[in-house]
């Protein structure tokens, strides 16, 4: 049996404790790209952790509702996280575009509203902006991510064109969300935070966990700390890495990348038994 960590804050032992103690209202949300799934060079060839999908399907009946929140949309993180179809997932939604998209397991179907205009019209533009840079350009149907991560100096390229960037995003209406070494134009009022927050009321949650790895991540963070000044139990998890430190800090735990976000879940569904 796997053992449960033991947080490094008050709130956070409190979290777990309320989770432990009445697990059938809870929620467990967690961020896809490096929570359930290791970063790779090529978002597209992302997968989940080999050992995530039984993980999860171990731990969902037991909880009130598991979100994986994620900025890609929602059938791509389904298609690459493996969700559909999967015995003891029925409680499993994915929040897709930071919620503006929504795939529930039990009908198997996505809903959403209409894209924004802007995300076209920098879609348009971004080529001449980037030539030669030796970034790559992810399509996200809402939003459009770019990638320096493949660049000579990744850091370099990131810094450079995070300024022009923004110009271009803000012309369009749109903002701009850096992450790790990918720079993400997307819709204003769209974050995890707002994602995590409508479904814990929908649900009325009474315990929430939740764990994530990158800067789009903190929006989640702030909502759990908000739901906690309200009554709510939460737990913050990090799915750690060197690369953003300001997780880690606000964190009530930290584990081993994914791996360390499949061996908590497995010790929670062995503790709720």
């Given at each position: 049996?796997?053992?449960?960590?033991?947080?490094?804050?008050?709130?956070?032992?409190?979290?777990?404790?309320?989770?432990?103690?009445?697990?059938?209202?809870?929620?467990?949300?967690?961020?896809?790209?490096?929570?359930?799934?290791?970063?790779?060079?090529?978002?597209?060839?992302?997968?989940?952790?080999?050992?995530?999908?039984?993980?999860?399907?171990?731990?969902?009946?037991?909880?009130?509702?598991?979100?994986v929140i994620t900025g890609r949309p929602a059938e791509v993180a389904v298609r690459n996280g493996g969700f559909a179809d999967v015995p003891g997932l029925e409680h499993l939604v994915v929040l897709g575009h930071y919620g503006a998209e929504r795939?529930?397991?039990?009908?198997?179907?996505?809903?959403?509203?209409?894209?924004?205009?802007?995300?076209?019209?920098?879609?348009?533009?971004?080529?001449?902006?980037?030539?030669?840079?030796?970034?790559?350009?992810?399509?996200?149907?809402?939003?459009?991510?770019?990638?320096?991560?493949?660049?000579?100096?990744?850091?370099?390229?990131?810094?450079?064109?995070?300024?022009?960037?923004?110009?271009?995003?803000?012309?369009?209406?749109?903002?701009?969300?850096?992450?790790?070494?990918?720079?993400?134009?997307?819709?204003?009022?769209m974050d995890k935070g707002v994602a995590l927050s409508e479904f814990a009321r929908e649900i009325d949650a009474g315990s929430v966990l939740y764990a994530g790895d990158d800067l789009g991540d903190l929006p989640a963070y702030s909502a759990v700390d908000t739901l906690r000044t309200t009554g709510t139990p939460g737990l913050l998890v990090c799915s750690g890495s060197d690369e953003v430190t300001e997780l880690r800090e606000r964190a009530d735990v930290v584990v081993d990348g994914p791996e360390g976000v499949v061996e908590l879940l497995r010790a929670l569904a062995d503790r709720i038994g």
């Open positions: 049996m796997s053992s449960l960590p033991t947080p490094a804050t008050r709130a956070g032992q409190d979290g777990l404790d309320a989770l432990l103690a009445q697990p059938g209202t809870a929620l467990i949300g967690l961020d896809f790209d490096g929570t359930l799934a290791p970063i790779v060079a090529d978002p597209e060839l992302a997968r989940a952790h080999p050992d995530a999908l039984p993980a999860l399907a171990g731990l969902a009946p037991k909880v009130a509702a598991v979100a795939w529930d397991a039990r009908t198997g179907k996505v809903t959403a509203p209409e894209p924004h205009p802007g995300v076209a019209a920098v879609r348009a533009e971004l080529p001449g902006l980037l030539d030669g840079s030796g970034t790559w350009v992810e399509e996200k149907g809402r939003a459009v991510a770019v990638h320096t991560r493949r660049a000579a100096d990744p850091q370099a390229a990131f810094d450079a064109l995070r300024e022009p960037l923004t110009d271009l995003a803000t012309r369009h209406g749109l903002i701009v969300e850096p992450g790790r070494m990918v720079l993400e134009l997307r819709p204003p009022g």
